[in-house]
């Protein structure tokens, strides 16, 4: 079965898809994108994901010709089409072809693209066992908030931690931490799930606000401030949001245990209230 492309209002096989050097977001990463998944066959939290991209567009300044229900048509279709028994969708909109100039091209439409393709979930004993992170120094722009194509901060700190033997890093800002690479993170201090606040310096996770809706409802106080390197660092427990990690427990960070060194049982419970709600 052909992983699905879509172009500017088409679908097509993937492969199929072309894109001219000259786009813009090629060229300067001018664009902005989703990512979203499926359970059951059904996309998850699919609005808040087209609200986010309507928001990252308006942003940048970039004028979506195409509104929230046909996104969500184009979405559905893809799934159908695709017919995996769960999908990654990924959403790209760029600021169109035009000869290279820093300046917003006039009357150029944007490039609407997609893949769907078979959503491989991690490893079920890897999120039980939990994994190993590291901090560095957060090197990303001043608008995180915006879910921009321009990865290559994340991209370098990803490759750092991998290399590094960790799944993820943590990046910190002026001693603050903010989130991870491709994951929000949330710790958890006297039964209190603390995460940094919403704002310039972190992506609006969509998995974020959803455990954190969670927390509530099942009673467990929530605290959106910031954390400082050092209180991350004497947690009793951390772990990781996002789409495709769901609730994800850190069980070292820079080689030094997190609390007893297993998932903590906050943890596991958001993890499992977590897997209550997409159960199909
Ligand atoms: N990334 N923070 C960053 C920097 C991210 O890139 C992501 C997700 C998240 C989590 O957001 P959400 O819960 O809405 O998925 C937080 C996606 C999955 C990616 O770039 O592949």
């Known amino acids: 079965m052909p992983d699905i492309g879509f172009l500017n209002g088409e679908f ?31 996309p998850f939290q699919l609005d808040a994901h087209l609200e986010r991209l309507e928001r990252s567009a308006h942003a940048i300044g ?39 100039d820093h300046l917003f091209p006039h009357n150029t439409p944007p490039t609407i693209v997609m893949s769907v393709r078979e959503m491989r979930s991690l490893d079920p004993a890897l999120c039980r066992a939990g994994v190993v992170v590291i901090t560095m120094e957060d090197l990303r722009w001043g608008r995180c908030d915006i879910k921009s194509i321009n990865l290559l901060p994340n991209v370098l700190a990803r490759q750092r931690a991998s290399e590094a033997g960790a799944f993820e890093a943590i990046l910190v800002r002026d001693g603050t931490v903010t989130e991870g690479a491709v994951s929000n993170l949330m710790i958890v201090n006297g039964g209190h799930v603390i995460t940094p606040q919403e704002g310039m310096h972190i992506l609006s996770g969509v998995t974020r606000r959803f455990v954190l809706s969670l927390a509530r409802k099942g009673g467990i106080p929530v605290e959106e401030r910031n954390i400082d390197l050092r209180e991350l660092r004497q947690a009793e427990e951390v772990f990781l949001t996002g789409t495709t990690i769901e609730v994800l427990p850190v069980v070292r960070i820079d080689n030094v245990p997190v609390g007893s060194g297993q998932p903590g049982l906050l943890t596991k419970r958001l993890r499992a209230l977590f897997q209550e709600q997409i159960a199909p």
């Open 12 to 42: 097509m096989p993937l492969s199929h898809v072309k894109i001219s050097i000259e786009d813009r977001g090629f060229q300067f990463g001018d664009g902005v994108y989703e990512v979203v998944r499926t359970y059951g066959g059904v």
């Open 62 to 100: 970039l004028d979506m010709p195409v509104n929230s229900t046909e996104w969500d048509e184009w979405v559905r279709e893809g799934v159908k089409r695709a017919g995996y028994p769960e999908c990654k969708v990924y959403v790209q909109v760029t600021r169109g072809v035009a000869s290279r």
